[in-house]
């Protein structure tokens, strides 16, 4: 029983650390999906979580009935050959350059507090290879150590805000930041497909810890709701500071402005873990698929892997978001529709 529990708690924080990268623990994805659109901002995040649960269950159900060991074998089970194999190409493609923009994204970091960019980096890798020399065991363990206490700061920042500093609700009418011209809805799927690639790379290679259906389900409501209530209550804190989150680019530190500046260095950690995290998890579904195609042992393919991401990381974090994401959002998009009708093409064949 508690075995059961304790499989389906370390699968949660693995769907939680792939998800939670820069762009969430920051605000960033928060605040351009959700917050702009004022107080109805809410019912988008509803949506986006029983969209994100529903997918889940159903790339953690294939993995486990068909002992998938990497995402080219999901991939066969929910589309045809030809277009499985154009999507593996293209995962393989994302999983690198979203590796390459963590790797960038640990250098900014680090020059944010006077570092090297190199070293950034440097530390990163090393610390992404030392954890996947236990291969998914590594993986499990570190998401089930680390994102239990990424999120409680989290949770501690927004509701210490909402507590001491927050005033009346804003209204969409009064945000004079808004951005988007797009219904709430739309925005709302988008986010529920923004990880879905990085997520089937990693969830693929769980079929061996699933011991039976109920841990599946656990596990996606634990990680829809653990996301859900983080993205709500970052969305509250946000916007009672609509006003000043167009001076931040990271809009956590407009809700920890007034904080210490060893606050500061907490939020900074928890950032760069967040960036950790989501490494590990690419990396792990890179390795997993390449494994197959190189004759070479598992930890030698991340080595290499690694070590080419230094230098290409130099083209910077902010280009390699701009040119990257929205084309891979697209891919998403996709990716999410198929998996969302997936379990109604299988009652209908």
Not at 121 to 147: I, K
Not at 281 to 301: A, E, K, Q, T
Not at 305 to 312: F, N
């Amino acid at each position: 029983m508690w075995a059961s529990v304790w499989r389906s708690v370390k699968i949660s924080m693995t769907i939680v650390g792939t998800t939670i990268g820069a762009g969430f623990a920051s605000g960033r994805e928060i605040w351009e999906f959700f917050g702009a659109y004022g107080d109805n901002s809410r019912w988008g995040i509803v949506l986006s979580m029983v969209l994100f649960f529903l997918a889940t269950v159903t790339m953690l159900q294939i993995c486990w009935y068909r002992r998938t060991q990497h995402y080219s074998e999901m991939l066969m089970q929910l589309m045809d050959g030809r277009l499985a194999r154009f999507f593996d190409g293209v995962i393989l493609l994302f999983l690198l350059t979203g590796t390459l923009v963590m790797v960038a994204g640990s250098g900014a970091t680090f020059e944010q507090w006077n570092g090297s960019y190199i070293l950034g980096g440097l530390v990163l890798c090393t610390a992404v290879f030392l954890v996947l020399l236990f291969d998914l065991r590594g993986v499990m363990t570190v998401n089930a150590l680390l994102m239990p206490v990424l999120t409680l700061i989290l949770l501690l920042v927004c509701s210490h805000f909402l507590q001491t500093d927050a005033k009346e609700p804003v209204s969409v009418w009064h945000l004079s930041t808004i951005t988007h011209q797009t219904p709430l809805w739309s925005s709302a799927i988008t986010y529920a497909a923004f990880n879905i690639i990085s997520l089937l790379a990693v969830l693929s290679t769980l079929g061996s810890e699933i011991r039976r259906s109920s841990e599946i389900w656990l596990a996606a409501v634990i990680s829809s709701v653990c996301l859900g209530a983080v993205a709500y209550l970052y969305n509250m804190a946000l916007l009672q500071v609509a006003h000043l989150v167009p001076q931040y680019d990271i809009p956590l530190f407009a809700l920890m402005r007034h904080y210490s500046p060893w606050w500061m260095g907490v939020v900074s950690l928890v950032l760069w873990l967040a960036i950790f995290t989501t490494a590990v998890s690419n990396v792990h579904g890179l390795i997993s698929r390449l494994s197959d195609r190189l004759p070479l042992p598992r930890w030698m393919i991340g080595a290499m892997v690694l070590i080419v991401m230094i230098p290409l990381s130099r083209l910077g974090f902010a280009a390699l978001i701009h040119i990257l994401y929205p084309l891979y959002g697209v891919l998403n998009l996709f990716i999410l529709m198929i998996l969302l009708l997936h379990p109604i093409r299988q009652r209908l064949i």
